[in-house]
């Protein structure tokens, strides 16, 4: 079984709610995003989300995109992205995923990046910007190797949306089933959703239409919010995908044992609420 679907069934079974954490790696450097992802999960995250930095990050906010210009200008790459996750592959069993727009991977080319990804014990990929229907090739590359590519929806996808996406994203034979990434709201990462009790029902709706796990992400920064975004246990999403506010904790400390600290505290607080 691959490593994302056994995290999945494991979690299941023990009737607990994912949580994800997203890092913009690069930022402050590539050495401290190492450390600040082993800090994420020894503080409780169970999935990683490992930021590729981009210089027009549409989906973002100002807190991740000033991240990304940290990151950028610390010398990060997509290349270099994908060796620090080889790097935390040695030390941890998390399920890894490559969070980066299209644009990076074309310019690296989707074959090398498909490649180095699965070298470096990656198990998906989330590319923002790139519609599923334009997915395929990226889609079977990626399940050559044993990677998934990660469906993202939109609060505004209506039904015929979703099962649009559905019927591309369908995981092809050697890919893992991973699971749907639901955006909690319309705007961009960071902003505050006004209703997180009724996305917890939009979660339980795509589980169904997918048959997969769904992680509800953005506008989640608190364990009280995730516990209302993520729902009841055996109900609502399987978890919640947290970003903006791990970012923030990273940005305000001033020094390395600070920023670690933020990271362990708001996990940690994260972990408790849900579970």
Known sequence: MHRIDRCFEELARARRKALCAYLCIGDPSLEESEALALAAVEAGADLLELGVPFSD?????????RAAERA??????LTRVIEVASRLRARVEAPLVLFSYYNPILVTGEERV???????GIDALLVVDLPPEEAGPLRSLAASRGLGVVPL??????????????????????APRGFVYAISMTGVTGANPS???SVSETAEALRSAFG?????GFGIDSGESAKL?????GAGADGVIVGTAIVKRIERGNTTEERASGVRALVS???AALG
């Open 229 to 233: 975004a993520a729902g009841a246990p």
């Open 72 to 77: 950028i200008a610390s010398g990060a790459t």
């Open 153 to 174: 929806l939109a609060p505004t996808s209506d039904p015929a949306r979703v099962e649009a996406v559905r019927r591309a994203s369908a995981p092809p034979p050697g």
């Open 212 to 216: 997969l796990p769904v992680l509800l």
């Open 114 to 120: 498909v490649a180095l990804a699965a070298e470096a």
């Open 57 to 65: 990050p549409t989906a973002d906010g100002p807190t991740i995109a």
């Open 195 to 197: 209703d997180l009790s």
């Open 269 to 271: 607080e994260l972990r």
